[in-house]
């Protein structure tokens, strides 16, 4: 069996219609659970004294935890990669769903490609290569 190195990656969405919207109808997650985090419990690991949602999300070996908060994300650099089969097919769906897509052209490499959802996070989408 191999080992994983990386387990989950958690992401903060303000908006929920974004966890059926893009998490589970444009990226093709599943809701595995949920749960909450007590506001003690969130101060000590997070530095934030509330209650918080805690939806766990994934797909074949991906997991992501979804914090659900009404705060307002700041851009950084932050974002989260993945590979699709069809990302065309993908791009489509976010698009006529309103999601904010940017394709990257480039002559000498692969075209570069982010969507991102209500709450500002951003996902690079690559395609999975052909055998």
Known sequence: MKEKIFTHVA???NDLSDLENFYIDILGLEIK??????KNLSKQIFNIEKDVEVVIAGK????MEL??????????????????????KMLKKAEENNYPCTIIER?????????Q???????????????
Not at 67 to 88: K, L
Not at 117 to 131: G, P, Q, T, V, Y
Request: aromatic content about 12%.
């Open 67 to 88: 914090f659900i908060a009404d705060n307002i994300n700041i851009r950084n650099f932050q974002h989260i990669c993945i590979t699709v089969e069809n990302r065309g």
């Open 11 to 13: 992401a903060t969405i």
């Open 107 to 115: 002559d000498d490499a692969h075209d570069i490609v982010f969507i």
């Open 33 to 38: 659970y949920k749960f909450n985090i007590q």
């Open 60 to 63: 074949q070996d991906f997991t």
């Open 117 to 131: 959802d209500k709450s500002n996070n951003l996902f690079e989408i690559k395609e999975a290569k052909k055998d």
